[in-house]
């Protein structure tokens, strides 16, 4: 307990109480390391390899633009460093990125799944299936004339 609320007291010195809330209130861990760089969308990566203060796993994070954020909203270069699989962060130089995929590839986009720019199906054919719609019709013969 003590080890952790130590980290925690030193980790506010680093990082300000500004940043430190702000850091609870996104991440749920008040985290301090080095800058690693920044993607086009303004999202900014973190790296801290110390033993004593991260984690094994968890030395390596994000700090979202957004405040309604998802893991779609991570280009894959960025997700294969968040993810150990590349040793080195991706360079600064979209434009460099951009040229070294191949073609066929189209620029990324993070996922859109519930919202009003999701990709929405119609059909081009006649329904198989019509809904019910009642015939309404006058009932028997009327006592007013």
């Known amino acids: 307990m003590s080890n952790s609320l130590w980290r925690y007291v030193k980790n506010i010195r680093s990082m300000g109480v500004k940043q430190y809330i702000r850091a609870m209130w996104y ?9 690693m760089g920044e ?4 999202n900014k990566y973190y790296e801290n390899l110390s033993p004593e203060e991260e984690t094994p796993g968890r030395q390596r994070w994000i700090d979202f633009t957004q405040h ?6 991570v280009p894959p270069e960025w997700h294969a460093w968040l993810n150990n699989i590349r040793k080195d962060p991706p360079g ?10 191949p073609k066929w590839i189209g620029p990324w986009r993070e996922n859109l799944t519930g919202t ?4 929405k199906t119609y059909s081009t054919t006649q329904p198989k299936f019509f809904p019910w719609e009642p015939k309404v019709g006058q009932r ?3 006592a007013n004339p």
């Open 68 to 73: 309604d954020f998802n893991a779609s909203q």
């Open 140 to 142: 028997g013969p009327s």
């Open 39 to 42: 993607d086009q969308f303004g």
């Open 116 to 119: 009003r720019g999701a990709f």
């Open 27 to 35: 991440i749920g861990d008040a985290k301090h390391g080095k800058f």
């Open 92 to 101: 600064s130089d979209f434009q460099l990125i951009e040229a070294s995929r």
